[in-house]
Protein backbone atom coordinates (compact mmCIF):
# COMPACT_ATOMS: atom_id res chain seq x y z
CA UNK A 1 0.00 0.00 0.00
CA UNK A 2 3.01 2.29 1.32
CA UNK A 3 4.77 1.65 -2.49
CA UNK A 4 1.37 2.06 -4.47
CA UNK A 5 0.67 5.52 -2.50
CA UNK A 6 3.63 7.01 -3.47
CA UNK A 7 3.50 5.94 -6.97
CA UNK A 8 0.31 6.89 -7.57
CA UNK A 9 0.95 10.81 -5.76
CA UNK A 10 4.42 10.50 -8.14
CA UNK A 11 2.37 10.72 -11.09
CA UNK A 12 0.26 13.16 -10.42
CA UNK A 13 1.33 16.49 -12.76
CA UNK A 14 1.90 19.20 -10.28
CA UNK A 15 1.26 22.04 -12.87
CA UNK A 16 -1.34 23.65 -14.58
CA UNK A 17 -2.67 22.02 -17.73
CA UNK A 18 -2.74 25.04 -20.50
CA UNK A 19 -2.57 25.23 -24.16
CA UNK A 20 -1.62 21.39 -23.85
CA UNK A 21 1.33 22.53 -21.55
CA UNK A 22 2.26 21.58 -17.92
CA UNK A 23 2.98 25.06 -16.50
CA UNK A 24 4.12 26.38 -13.00
CA UNK A 25 1.58 29.23 -11.57
CA UNK A 26 2.83 32.67 -11.92
CA UNK A 27 5.01 33.92 -9.48
CA UNK A 28 5.71 30.31 -8.37
CA UNK A 29 2.72 30.34 -6.32
CA UNK A 30 2.03 26.12 -4.93
CA UNK A 31 -0.60 25.11 -2.72
CA UNK A 32 -0.51 22.14 -0.36
CA UNK A 33 -3.19 19.64 -0.69
CA UNK A 34 -3.80 16.98 2.40
CA UNK A 35 -5.06 13.58 3.84
CA UNK A 36 -7.86 14.56 6.01
CA UNK A 37 -7.28 11.00 7.76
CA UNK A 38 -3.79 12.44 8.95
CA UNK A 39 -3.64 16.06 8.49
CA UNK A 40 -0.60 15.71 6.50
CA UNK A 41 0.36 16.99 3.14
CA UNK A 42 0.21 14.93 0.40
CA UNK A 43 1.42 17.08 -2.78
CA UNK A 44 2.20 20.42 -3.51
CA UNK A 45 0.95 21.79 -6.66
CA UNK A 46 0.72 24.98 -8.79
CA UNK A 47 -1.21 27.59 -6.86
CA UNK A 48 -3.31 29.79 -10.22
CA UNK A 49 -2.96 33.24 -10.08
CA UNK A 50 -5.91 35.47 -11.71
CA UNK A 51 -3.01 35.96 -14.89
CA UNK A 52 -2.69 32.31 -15.29
CA UNK A 53 -6.86 31.91 -15.24
CA UNK A 54 -7.21 34.25 -17.85
CA UNK A 55 -4.17 32.26 -19.71
CA UNK A 56 -6.49 28.89 -19.72
CA UNK A 57 -9.13 30.67 -20.78
CA UNK A 58 -7.44 32.09 -23.99
CA UNK A 59 -6.14 28.40 -24.47
CA UNK A 60 -9.93 27.49 -24.86
CA UNK A 61 -11.05 30.05 -27.15
CA UNK A 62 -7.86 29.36 -29.10
CA UNK A 63 -8.77 25.65 -29.31
CA UNK A 64 -12.63 26.19 -29.90
CA UNK A 65 -12.96 26.85 -33.58
CA UNK A 66 -10.83 23.34 -34.41
CA UNK A 67 -12.79 21.08 -31.93
CA UNK A 68 -16.41 22.44 -32.47
CA UNK A 69 -15.73 21.58 -36.37
CA UNK A 70 -14.15 18.08 -35.50
CA UNK A 71 -16.46 15.67 -36.30
CA UNK A 72 -18.56 13.82 -33.51
CA UNK A 73 -17.56 10.72 -34.19
CA UNK A 74 -13.98 11.64 -33.20
CA UNK A 75 -15.04 13.80 -30.85
CA UNK A 76 -16.94 10.23 -29.16
CA UNK A 77 -14.11 8.25 -29.93
CA UNK A 78 -11.38 10.19 -27.87
CA UNK A 79 -14.12 9.60 -24.89
CA UNK A 80 -14.28 6.06 -25.38
CA UNK A 81 -10.53 5.86 -25.10
CA UNK A 82 -10.33 7.48 -21.90
CA UNK A 83 -13.33 5.57 -20.46
CA UNK A 84 -11.36 2.36 -21.43
CA UNK A 85 -7.76 3.49 -20.06
CA UNK A 86 -9.95 5.08 -16.61
CA UNK A 87 -11.26 1.77 -16.48
CA UNK A 88 -8.04 -0.14 -16.56
CA UNK A 89 -6.50 2.55 -14.32
CA UNK A 90 -9.53 2.40 -11.82
CA UNK A 91 -7.23 1.17 -8.63
CA UNK A 92 -4.74 4.04 -8.96
CA UNK A 93 -7.72 6.49 -9.09
CA UNK A 94 -9.42 5.36 -6.33
CA UNK A 95 -6.52 5.04 -4.10
CA UNK A 96 -5.97 9.16 -5.09
CA UNK A 97 -9.27 10.01 -4.16
CA UNK A 98 -9.17 8.57 -1.28
CA UNK A 99 -5.53 10.31 -0.30
CA UNK A 100 -7.02 13.41 -1.20
CA UNK A 101 -10.39 13.15 -0.02
CA UNK A 102 -10.88 10.15 2.78
CA UNK A 103 -13.83 7.91 1.47
CA UNK A 104 -14.00 4.09 2.06
CA UNK A 105 -11.61 2.84 -1.14
CA UNK A 106 -13.97 0.32 -1.67
CA UNK A 107 -16.67 3.38 -2.52
CA UNK A 108 -13.83 5.54 -4.22
CA UNK A 109 -13.91 1.96 -6.79
CA UNK A 110 -17.57 2.71 -7.31
CA UNK A 111 -16.58 6.42 -7.86
CA UNK A 112 -14.49 5.33 -10.69
CA UNK A 113 -16.85 3.46 -12.05
CA UNK A 114 -19.29 6.48 -11.98
CA UNK A 115 -17.30 8.70 -13.40
CA UNK A 116 -16.00 6.74 -16.09
CA UNK A 117 -19.91 5.82 -16.89
CA UNK A 118 -20.30 9.32 -18.03
CA UNK A 119 -17.53 9.51 -21.02
CA UNK A 120 -19.02 6.16 -22.26
CA UNK A 121 -22.51 7.48 -22.16
CA UNK A 122 -21.56 10.89 -23.84
CA UNK A 123 -18.96 8.38 -26.28
CA UNK A 124 -22.38 7.45 -27.50
CA UNK A 125 -24.52 10.96 -27.45
CA UNK A 126 -21.71 12.87 -29.26
CA UNK A 127 -22.96 11.56 -32.90
CA UNK A 128 -26.97 11.62 -31.99
CA UNK A 129 -26.64 15.71 -31.53
CA UNK A 130 -29.66 16.02 -34.07
CA UNK A 131 -31.50 18.98 -35.66
CA UNK A 132 -34.94 18.91 -37.88
CA UNK A 133 -36.45 20.14 -41.24
CA UNK A 134 -40.07 20.67 -41.90
CA UNK A 135 -42.63 23.02 -43.36
CA UNK A 136 -44.09 25.31 -41.59
CA UNK A 137 -47.50 25.63 -40.77
CA UNK A 138 -48.82 27.82 -43.68
CA UNK A 139 -46.47 25.81 -46.34
CA UNK A 140 -44.72 28.67 -47.43
CA UNK A 141 -41.12 28.10 -45.73
CA UNK A 142 -39.33 25.17 -44.25
CA UNK A 143 -38.36 25.31 -40.42
CA UNK A 144 -34.62 24.23 -40.12
CA UNK A 145 -33.23 23.61 -36.70
CA UNK A 146 -29.74 22.88 -35.99
CA UNK A 147 -27.32 22.69 -32.32
CA UNK A 148 -24.09 23.87 -32.22
CA UNK A 149 -21.79 23.78 -29.37
CA UNK A 150 -22.07 26.82 -27.04
CA UNK A 151 -18.44 27.75 -26.86
CA UNK A 152 -15.64 27.97 -24.02
CA UNK A 153 -17.16 26.76 -20.74
CA UNK A 154 -15.43 27.57 -17.37
CA UNK A 155 -16.35 24.07 -15.32
CA UNK A 156 -15.81 24.53 -11.37
CA UNK A 157 -16.24 21.28 -9.03
CA UNK A 158 -16.88 20.56 -6.07
CA UNK A 159 -14.53 18.56 -3.57
CA UNK A 160 -16.65 14.99 -2.34
CA UNK A 161 -16.86 13.72 -5.85
CA UNK A 162 -13.34 14.69 -7.31
CA UNK A 163 -13.91 12.10 -10.38
CA UNK A 164 -17.09 12.20 -11.15
CA UNK A 165 -17.81 15.55 -10.67
CA UNK A 166 -15.19 16.46 -13.46
CA UNK A 167 -16.30 14.01 -15.64
CA UNK A 168 -19.95 14.58 -15.54
CA UNK A 169 -18.96 18.14 -16.93
CA UNK A 170 -15.99 17.22 -19.15
CA UNK A 171 -17.43 14.75 -21.00
CA UNK A 172 -20.34 16.55 -22.26
CA UNK A 173 -18.83 19.67 -22.96
CA UNK A 174 -16.31 17.85 -25.01
CA UNK A 175 -18.95 15.47 -26.96
CA UNK A 176 -20.68 18.56 -27.48
CA UNK A 177 -17.79 20.15 -29.23
CA UNK A 178 -17.06 23.09 -26.57
CA UNK A 179 -13.87 23.27 -24.90
CA UNK A 180 -13.13 24.38 -21.25
CA UNK A 181 -11.45 25.48 -18.22
CA UNK A 182 -11.48 23.35 -15.10
CA UNK A 183 -11.19 24.63 -11.88
CA UNK A 184 -11.07 21.45 -9.00
CA UNK A 185 -11.77 22.52 -5.51
CA UNK A 186 -7.79 23.86 -3.72
CA UNK A 187 -9.12 20.48 -1.18
CA UNK A 188 -8.86 17.50 -3.78
CA UNK A 189 -7.25 18.79 -7.30
CA UNK A 190 -5.31 16.04 -7.58
CA UNK A 191 -7.53 13.71 -8.73
CA UNK A 192 -8.99 15.95 -12.05
CA UNK A 193 -4.93 16.56 -12.43
CA UNK A 194 -4.38 12.99 -13.25
CA UNK A 195 -7.92 12.32 -15.27
CA UNK A 196 -6.49 15.58 -17.47
CA UNK A 197 -3.12 14.22 -17.97
CA UNK A 198 -4.84 10.96 -18.64
CA UNK A 199 -7.24 12.33 -21.38
CA UNK A 200 -3.50 13.97 -22.60
CA UNK A 201 -2.54 10.39 -23.00
CA UNK A 202 -5.57 9.58 -25.59
CA UNK A 203 -5.02 12.01 -27.73
CA UNK A 204 -6.66 15.34 -26.25
CA UNK A 205 -6.02 18.44 -28.42
CA UNK A 206 -3.86 21.47 -26.89
CA UNK A 207 -6.07 23.80 -25.60
CA UNK A 208 -9.52 21.77 -25.86
CA UNK A 209 -9.20 21.39 -21.52
CA UNK A 210 -7.34 23.57 -19.15
CA UNK A 211 -7.15 22.87 -15.76
CA UNK A 212 -6.45 25.98 -13.02
CA UNK A 213 -6.03 24.76 -9.24
CA UNK A 214 -5.97 27.70 -6.89
CA UNK A 215 -6.43 28.68 -3.77
CA UNK A 216 -8.10 31.87 -4.02
CA UNK A 217 -11.17 30.66 -6.23
CA UNK A 218 -13.18 33.73 -6.12
CA UNK A 219 -10.06 35.84 -7.49
CA UNK A 220 -9.05 33.19 -10.27
CA UNK A 221 -13.01 32.49 -11.31
CA UNK A 222 -14.76 36.09 -11.24
CA UNK A 223 -12.32 37.23 -14.27
CA UNK A 224 -12.44 34.86 -16.23
CA UNK A 225 -16.94 34.57 -15.68
CA UNK A 226 -16.95 37.97 -16.72
CA UNK A 227 -15.28 37.78 -19.85
CA UNK A 228 -17.19 38.13 -22.93
CA UNK A 229 -15.27 35.15 -24.86
CA UNK A 230 -16.51 32.78 -22.31
CA UNK A 231 -20.08 31.32 -23.13
CA UNK A 232 -21.33 29.12 -20.30
CA UNK A 233 -20.22 28.10 -16.76
CA UNK A 234 -21.07 24.68 -14.85
CA UNK A 235 -20.86 24.94 -11.19
CA UNK A 236 -21.37 22.17 -8.90
CA UNK A 237 -20.68 22.92 -5.01
CA UNK A 238 -22.65 24.88 -2.00
CA UNK A 239 -26.23 26.80 -2.79
CA UNK A 240 -24.17 30.42 -1.64
CA UNK A 241 -21.56 30.19 -3.72
CA UNK A 242 -23.65 29.56 -6.40
CA UNK A 243 -26.17 32.17 -5.99
CA UNK A 244 -22.85 34.71 -6.07
CA UNK A 245 -21.76 33.08 -9.18
CA UNK A 246 -25.18 33.56 -10.92
CA UNK A 247 -24.52 37.05 -10.28
CA UNK A 248 -21.53 37.43 -11.82
CA UNK A 249 -23.01 35.53 -14.67
CA UNK A 250 -25.70 37.64 -14.91
CA UNK A 251 -23.97 40.78 -16.50
CA UNK A 252 -23.06 38.74 -19.37
CA UNK A 253 -26.40 36.99 -19.89
CA UNK A 254 -23.80 33.79 -19.68
CA UNK A 255 -25.53 30.21 -19.98
CA UNK A 256 -25.61 28.39 -16.67
CA UNK A 257 -25.76 25.00 -14.94
CA UNK A 258 -25.94 25.06 -11.24
CA UNK A 259 -25.97 21.24 -9.30
CA UNK A 260 -26.01 22.95 -5.84
CA UNK A 261 -27.41 21.94 -2.13
CA UNK A 262 -29.35 19.30 -1.61
CA UNK A 263 -31.74 18.55 1.63
CA UNK A 264 -33.46 15.31 0.75
CA UNK A 265 -35.93 13.73 2.53
CA UNK A 266 -36.35 9.88 3.28
CA UNK A 267 -39.67 9.13 4.20
CA UNK A 268 -40.98 5.96 5.30
CA UNK A 269 -43.83 4.87 5.36
CA UNK A 270 -45.97 2.39 7.51
CA UNK A 271 -46.28 -0.27 4.77
CA UNK A 272 -42.48 -0.11 3.66
CA UNK A 273 -40.60 -3.20 3.39
CA UNK A 274 -38.13 -2.09 6.56
CA UNK A 275 -35.42 -4.33 5.31
CA UNK A 276 -34.74 -2.60 1.92
CA UNK A 277 -35.35 0.72 3.99
CA UNK A 278 -33.11 -0.09 6.24
CA UNK A 279 -30.87 -1.44 3.49
CA UNK A 280 -31.34 1.66 1.39
CA UNK A 281 -30.79 4.09 4.40
CA UNK A 282 -27.28 3.10 5.37
CA UNK A 283 -26.12 3.94 1.46
CA UNK A 284 -28.60 7.41 1.32
CA UNK A 285 -27.13 8.74 4.50
CA UNK A 286 -23.34 6.98 4.89
CA UNK A 287 -22.13 6.96 1.70
CA UNK A 288 -19.36 9.26 0.88
CA UNK A 289 -19.24 9.71 5.09
CA UNK A 290 -22.66 11.29 4.78
CA UNK A 291 -20.77 14.18 2.05
CA UNK A 292 -23.07 13.99 -0.64
CA UNK A 293 -25.42 16.65 -1.91
CA UNK A 294 -28.12 13.44 -2.54
CA UNK A 295 -27.06 12.42 0.86
CA UNK A 296 -30.52 11.78 2.74
CA UNK A 297 -30.84 14.40 5.52
CA UNK A 298 -34.49 13.53 7.61
CA UNK A 299 -35.58 10.58 7.91
CA UNK A 300 -39.48 10.96 8.02
CA UNK A 301 -40.64 8.06 9.82
CA UNK A 302 -44.23 7.04 10.42
CA UNK A 303 -44.47 6.58 14.15
CA UNK A 304 -45.68 3.12 13.41
CA UNK A 305 -42.37 1.83 12.77
CA UNK A 306 -40.25 4.42 13.96
CA UNK A 307 -38.88 2.95 17.09
CA UNK A 308 -38.31 -0.50 14.67
CA UNK A 309 -36.35 1.20 11.99
CA UNK A 310 -34.53 3.65 14.33
CA UNK A 311 -33.19 0.01 16.35
CA UNK A 312 -32.44 -1.24 13.16
CA UNK A 313 -30.27 1.57 11.68
CA UNK A 314 -28.87 2.26 15.00
CA UNK A 315 -27.28 -1.80 15.38
CA UNK A 316 -26.00 -1.00 11.44
CA UNK A 317 -24.41 1.93 12.41
CA UNK A 318 -22.89 0.63 15.63
CA UNK A 319 -21.22 -1.83 13.75
CA UNK A 320 -19.51 0.51 11.14
CA UNK A 321 -15.53 0.84 11.33
CA UNK A 322 -14.33 4.06 11.81
CA UNK A 323 -10.71 4.64 10.40
CA UNK A 324 -8.49 5.88 7.04
CA UNK A 325 -10.15 4.95 3.51
CA UNK A 326 -7.57 3.07 2.93
CA UNK A 327 -7.64 0.05 5.58
CA UNK A 328 -9.61 -3.02 4.42
CA UNK A 329 -13.65 -3.00 6.27
CA UNK A 330 -13.48 0.54 6.82
CA UNK A 331 -17.15 2.58 6.38
CA UNK A 332 -16.46 5.12 7.85
CA UNK A 333 -13.28 7.82 6.99
CA UNK A 334 -12.70 11.01 7.92
CA UNK A 335 -14.87 14.61 7.02
CA UNK A 336 -12.99 16.35 4.57
CA UNK A 337 -11.78 18.91 7.45
CA UNK A 338 -12.51 20.25 10.90
CA UNK A 339 -15.04 22.97 9.82
CA UNK A 340 -17.01 19.85 8.48
CA UNK A 341 -16.35 18.34 11.72
CA UNK A 342 -17.52 21.54 13.67
CA UNK A 343 -20.50 21.63 11.89
CA UNK A 344 -21.82 18.05 11.97
CA UNK A 345 -20.94 18.23 15.97
CA UNK A 346 -23.30 21.92 16.22
CA UNK A 347 -26.11 20.76 14.44
CA UNK A 348 -26.11 17.37 16.93
CA UNK A 349 -25.73 19.29 19.73
CA UNK A 350 -28.54 21.48 19.27
CA UNK A 351 -30.83 18.82 17.90
CA UNK A 352 -29.85 16.98 21.25
CA UNK A 353 -31.07 20.70 22.76
CA UNK A 354 -34.05 20.48 21.42
CA UNK A 355 -34.95 17.33 22.65
CA UNK A 356 -33.61 14.79 20.19
CA UNK A 357 -31.97 11.24 21.44
CA UNK A 358 -28.90 10.11 20.67
CA UNK A 359 -29.21 6.43 20.25
CA UNK A 360 -25.54 6.22 18.74
CA UNK A 361 -22.57 8.24 18.17
CA UNK A 362 -22.64 12.27 18.64
CA UNK A 363 -19.01 13.01 19.42
CA UNK A 364 -15.78 13.96 17.22
CA UNK A 365 -13.57 11.44 17.22
CA UNK A 366 -9.95 12.53 18.53
CA UNK A 367 -7.11 13.36 15.92
CA UNK A 368 -5.13 12.61 14.31
CA UNK A 369 -7.58 13.52 11.43
CA UNK A 370 -10.80 14.72 11.20
CA UNK A 371 -13.53 11.73 12.16
CA UNK A 372 -16.82 12.24 13.65
CA UNK A 373 -18.67 8.73 14.66
CA UNK A 374 -22.28 7.70 12.67
CA UNK A 375 -24.62 8.87 14.44
CA UNK A 376 -28.33 8.65 14.56
CA UNK A 377 -30.78 10.84 16.15
CA UNK A 378 -34.56 9.85 17.40
CA UNK A 379 -37.81 12.18 17.60
CA UNK A 380 -35.95 15.26 16.05
CA UNK A 381 -38.02 18.44 17.04
CA UNK A 382 -39.03 20.45 14.10
CA UNK A 383 -37.33 23.68 13.83
CA UNK A 384 -34.01 21.89 14.86
CA UNK A 385 -31.51 23.35 12.47
CA UNK A 386 -30.32 19.78 11.11
CA UNK A 387 -33.74 19.47 9.43
CA UNK A 388 -33.00 23.24 7.46
CA UNK A 389 -29.29 22.63 6.39
CA UNK A 390 -27.41 19.70 4.98
CA UNK A 391 -25.20 18.34 7.67
CA UNK A 392 -22.34 16.82 5.35
CA UNK A 393 -21.98 13.82 7.39
CA UNK A 394 -22.75 10.75 8.77
CA UNK A 395 -25.59 11.55 10.76
CA UNK A 396 -28.89 10.28 10.63
CA UNK A 397 -31.62 12.40 11.99
CA UNK A 398 -35.33 10.60 12.56
CA UNK A 399 -38.21 12.65 12.74
CA UNK A 400 -41.96 10.69 13.33
CA UNK A 401 -45.16 11.46 11.54
CA UNK A 402 -48.74 10.18 11.19
CA UNK A 403 -50.40 10.61 8.22
CA UNK A 404 -49.53 11.00 4.65
CA UNK A 405 -50.43 14.57 4.46
CA UNK A 406 -47.77 15.44 7.01
CA UNK A 407 -45.18 13.79 5.30
CA UNK A 408 -45.99 15.43 2.07
CA UNK A 409 -45.53 18.67 3.84
CA UNK A 410 -42.34 17.68 5.87
CA UNK A 411 -40.85 16.07 2.82
CA UNK A 412 -41.81 19.72 0.49
CA UNK A 413 -40.82 22.19 3.61
CA UNK A 414 -36.92 23.11 2.61
CA UNK A 415 -35.66 25.90 0.12
CA UNK A 416 -34.40 22.38 -1.77
CA UNK A 417 -35.02 20.52 -3.93
CA UNK A 418 -32.60 18.16 -4.90
CA UNK A 419 -33.10 14.25 -4.66
CA UNK A 420 -36.43 12.35 -2.53
CA UNK A 421 -36.76 8.91 -1.66
CA UNK A 422 -39.87 6.91 -0.22
CA UNK A 423 -40.69 4.01 1.25
CA UNK A 424 -43.91 1.94 0.86
CA UNK A 425 -45.48 -0.95 -0.69
CA UNK A 426 -48.57 0.61 -2.12
CA UNK A 427 -48.00 1.58 -5.97
CA UNK A 428 -50.64 4.11 -5.61
CA UNK A 429 -49.02 5.85 -2.74
CA UNK A 430 -45.86 5.71 -4.43
CA UNK A 431 -47.73 7.09 -7.58
CA UNK A 432 -48.82 10.11 -5.27
CA UNK A 433 -45.38 11.16 -4.10
CA UNK A 434 -44.49 11.14 -8.09
CA UNK A 435 -46.69 13.78 -8.00
CA UNK A 436 -46.72 15.65 -4.60
CA UNK A 437 -42.92 15.85 -3.96
CA UNK A 438 -40.75 18.80 -4.97
CA UNK A 439 -38.13 17.04 -6.08
CA UNK A 440 -35.78 16.90 -9.42
CA UNK A 441 -34.98 13.24 -8.37
CA UNK A 442 -36.77 10.75 -6.86
CA UNK A 443 -36.16 6.97 -5.21
CA UNK A 444 -38.87 5.08 -4.92
CA UNK A 445 -37.94 1.81 -2.36
CA UNK A 446 -34.49 2.37 -3.44
CA UNK A 447 -31.27 4.74 -1.54
CA UNK A 448 -29.19 5.72 -4.74
CA UNK A 449 -30.49 7.41 -7.76
CA UNK A 450 -27.26 8.71 -9.63
CA UNK A 451 -26.81 6.99 -13.16
CA UNK A 452 -25.35 8.88 -16.32
CA UNK A 453 -28.10 7.99 -18.33
CA UNK A 454 -30.27 9.80 -16.14
CA UNK A 455 -30.93 13.34 -15.79
CA UNK A 456 -29.07 14.47 -12.52
CA UNK A 457 -30.43 17.98 -10.92
CA UNK A 458 -32.51 19.55 -8.95
CA UNK A 459 -35.57 21.78 -8.12
CA UNK A 460 -35.98 25.00 -6.04
CA UNK A 461 -32.89 26.47 -4.56
CA UNK A 462 -31.19 22.67 -5.52
CA UNK A 463 -30.16 24.18 -9.09
CA UNK A 464 -30.97 24.54 -12.49
CA UNK A 465 -30.11 22.73 -15.29
CA UNK A 466 -29.63 18.54 -15.78
CA UNK A 467 -26.17 16.69 -15.89
CA UNK A 468 -26.50 13.05 -17.62
CA UNK A 469 -29.36 11.50 -19.82
CA UNK A 470 -30.32 13.17 -23.09
CA UNK A 471 -30.72 16.36 -20.85
CA UNK A 472 -26.94 16.53 -20.37
CA UNK A 473 -25.36 17.41 -23.15
CA UNK A 474 -28.32 20.00 -24.55
CA UNK A 475 -26.47 21.98 -21.82
CA UNK A 476 -23.56 22.83 -23.79
CA UNK A 477 -25.54 22.96 -27.08
CA UNK A 478 -27.35 26.38 -28.45
CA UNK A 479 -30.64 26.32 -30.92
CA UNK A 480 -30.74 28.01 -33.98
CA UNK A 481 -33.62 27.74 -36.19
CA UNK A 482 -33.64 28.74 -39.79
CA UNK A 483 -36.42 29.91 -42.37
CA UNK A 484 -35.80 28.95 -45.92
CA UNK A 485 -38.54 29.63 -48.72
CA UNK A 486 -40.97 27.00 -49.90
CA UNK A 487 -38.77 24.97 -52.68
P1 LIG B 1 -18.36 25.15 -2.38
O1 LIG B 1 -19.51 25.90 -2.94
O2 LIG B 1 -17.67 25.68 -1.20
O3 LIG B 1 -17.25 24.95 -3.49
C1 LIG B 1 -17.51 24.37 -4.75
C2 LIG B 1 -16.47 24.85 -5.74
O4 LIG B 1 -16.60 26.27 -5.89
C3 LIG B 1 -15.02 24.60 -5.33
O5 LIG B 1 -14.27 24.35 -6.51
C4 LIG B 1 -14.62 25.93 -4.72
O6 LIG B 1 -13.23 26.15 -4.79
C5 LIG B 1 -15.35 26.88 -5.64
N1 LIG B 1 -15.61 28.20 -5.09
C6 LIG B 1 -15.83 28.55 -3.79
N2 LIG B 1 -16.03 29.88 -3.69
C7 LIG B 1 -15.95 30.37 -4.96
C8 LIG B 1 -16.07 31.67 -5.54
N3 LIG B 1 -16.34 32.74 -4.79
N4 LIG B 1 -15.92 31.81 -6.87
C9 LIG B 1 -15.67 30.74 -7.65
N5 LIG B 1 -15.53 29.49 -7.17
C10 LIG B 1 -15.68 29.31 -5.84
O7 LIG B 1 -18.91 23.68 -2.14
P2 LIG B 1 -18.10 22.43 -1.55
O8 LIG B 1 -17.99 22.59 -0.08
O9 LIG B 1 -16.86 22.18 -2.35
O10 LIG B 1 -19.11 21.25 -1.91
C11 LIG B 1 -20.17 20.90 -1.11
C12 LIG B 1 -21.45 21.46 -1.67
O11 LIG B 1 -21.62 21.02 -3.00
C13 LIG B 1 -22.67 20.96 -0.93
O12 LIG B 1 -23.58 22.03 -0.74
C14 LIG B 1 -23.25 19.92 -1.87
O13 LIG B 1 -24.63 19.70 -1.71
C15 LIG B 1 -22.92 20.49 -3.19
N6 LIG B 1 -22.91 19.47 -4.22
C16 LIG B 1 -23.91 19.46 -5.13
C17 LIG B 1 -23.95 18.48 -6.10
C18 LIG B 1 -25.05 18.45 -7.11
O14 LIG B 1 -24.88 17.78 -8.10
N7 LIG B 1 -26.16 19.14 -6.89
C19 LIG B 1 -22.94 17.50 -6.15
C20 LIG B 1 -21.92 17.54 -5.20
C21 LIG B 1 -21.91 18.56 -4.24
Not at 103 to 127: D, N, Q
Amino acid sequence: MTENRSAVLESVPEGLFIGGAWRRAQEGRTLSVNDPATGQEIKRIADATPADGMAALDAAVAAGPEWAATPARQRGELLRRAFDLLTERSEEFALLMTLEMGKPLAEARGEVTYGAEFLRWFSEEAPRIQGRYGPNPEGSGRIVVSQHPVGPCFLITPWNFPLAMATRKIAPALAAGCTAVIKPAALTPLTTLAFVALLEEVGLPAGVVNVVTTSTSGEVSEPIIRDPRLRKLSFTGSTPVGRSLLEQAAQGVLRTSMELGGNAPFVVFEDADLDTAVEAAMLAKFRNIGQACTAANRFIVHTAVAEEFTRRVTERVQAMRIGPGTQEGVAIGPLIDDRAVAKAEALVQDAVARGAHLTTGGHPVPGPGTFYEPTVLSGVAHGSDILREEVFGPVLAVVPFEGEEEAVRLANDTEYGLVSYVFTQDLARGQRMIERLETGMLGLNVGVVSNAAAPFGGWKSSGLGREGGAEGIAEYLQTKYTLTPDP
